[in-house]
């Protein structure tokens, strides 16, 4: 009898706290998206319907609000909604939210100390270190190895071309594999040809890292942010990613070959070595290729510290790279008048570089595509690389002209995709429209476009990451005729990644360039 009573006490008490745990913005007064037991807004997301950026998307668009409370899982997170809002979190009102709130253990697990989880002054000691390692000097100086990758591109292409003339291509997957050679050669230091060599080892752990891994892995990595003590209790009961360790091993490798036989190459390896090294990186762009070295415990970074960083660039690089490029060349296909103001620009920047089909691009030439600039400006407004961003207030922060103040440690989402498609910020937002962007037309909210974040925290490698993108469109523009499609709107299937996934990958169709 005893047993059954405390069976059914407890029973009510779980009960109890879910209840008030899933009305937790109703009493907090704030716009509320019904919660679905027991995991909130991830209900779509586990049950494989909708990726977690379109998830958030779904209910921005069910809401006017400019706060909406959600649930991830048991844990109350705030969806910030307005476009103003949203920047001012990320900018002048940084001090209250410089964290993102998701896994991070320097001490005991090194490999997670990358630039995108540290909090504090761990973030802003790593971030100024870094900084100078995207400036316009250091990309220039690696602009030859990202150009040596897209003519290994161009080649593929061709041979592809040769053998079907007729048949589609699924671009996205052939810009993958660019994107991931340009990662294994610009910051793995590596020298690899994934389109002759399929197989080869970086490829290998790039395949696992797409497949996401077996479950302990998927657990692991949705801990890491919807509830990151789990993440922090698993590492410390020894488990590891199997990702992150073996490319950790390259890295490894590469360092200390190249530290032992005075290596040097101009990638962004280099840059970090230089870092480990001397403890900076420098702002002189010719002088940090040079090589200098400390004893090993003189050593200002560890090698997991390294690959942390070398693993959050892959991630944050590769996969962005490839889609920017690929959905560019998509709507390129279907706007014919469009498509041709970019291989007009084209041929007029190589002739007055004085390049020629087939001859290397130079970064001045690839600078000088400002018409190319506007429709990748569209295309990561359309297609946001990372489709939400994040944060955690730190402070208890009073919203302005609101009578509502957000706790400290409370979690916030900003639905990118969301603020991207919403008319009252981007007219006709279905549209591919890149003269939006013209500086005597300026026909969208400035304040609203943010696609690499924006304050502080804005992604490190923007300007790298345009870059890789322009050289692969450029290149294939210059090398083949891009041929005109019907308009159809991109389809999104469930993917256990963030980003945005098309069905069936993106087809074109391609002929030789005369």
Known sequence: MMLVLLFTVSLLLIAQYVRRRYTYWQREGVAEEKAHFPFGILDAVVKRQRGFGLALYDVYKRHNAKLVGVY??????????????????????????????????????????????????????????????????????????????????????????????????????????????VIGSVIFGLDIDSFSNPNNEFSAVSDTLRDGGNILLKIHNIATFVFPPLAK???????????????????????EFREQHNVVRKDLLQLLIRLRNTGKIGEDDDEVWNIETAQHDLKAMSIDKIAAQGFLFYIAGSETTAATAAFTLYELSM??????????????VMARHQLKRGDKLTYEAVQDLKFLDLCIMETVRKYPGLPFLNRECTQDYPVPDCDYTIKKGTPILISLHGIHHDASYFPNPADYDPHRFDADKLDYDQTAYMPFGEGPRHCIAMRMGKVNSKVAVAKILANFELLAAPRKEVEFRFDPSPVLMPVDGLKLRLKQRT
């Open 72 to 181: 991830m899982m048991n844990k109350p997170t705030l969806l910030v909604r307005d476009a103003q809002l949203a920047r001012q979190l990320m900018t002048s009102d940084f001090g209250s939210f410089h964290d993102r709130g998701v896994y991070v253990d320097e001490k005991h697990d090194p490999l997670s100390s990358n630039l995108f989880n540290l909090q504090g002054a761990s973030w802003r000691n790593l971030r100024n270190k870094l900084t100078p390692s995207f400036s316009s000097g250091k990309i220039k100086g690696m602009f030859g190895t990202v150009d040596d990758v897209a003519e290994k591109l161009v080649q593929h292409l061709q041979g592809v071309l040769a053998q079907s003339p007729n048949d589609e291509i699924e671009i996205k997957s052939k810009l993958t594999t660019y994107a991931i050679d």
């Open 335 to 348: 706007y014919p008048q469009l498509l041709r103001e970019v291989c007009e620009e084209l041929d007029a």
């Open 233 to 255: 209790l698993m590492n410390r009961l020894g488990f590891e990613s199997e990702v992150l360790t073996k490319l950790r091993d390259i890295m490894r490798r590469t360092i």
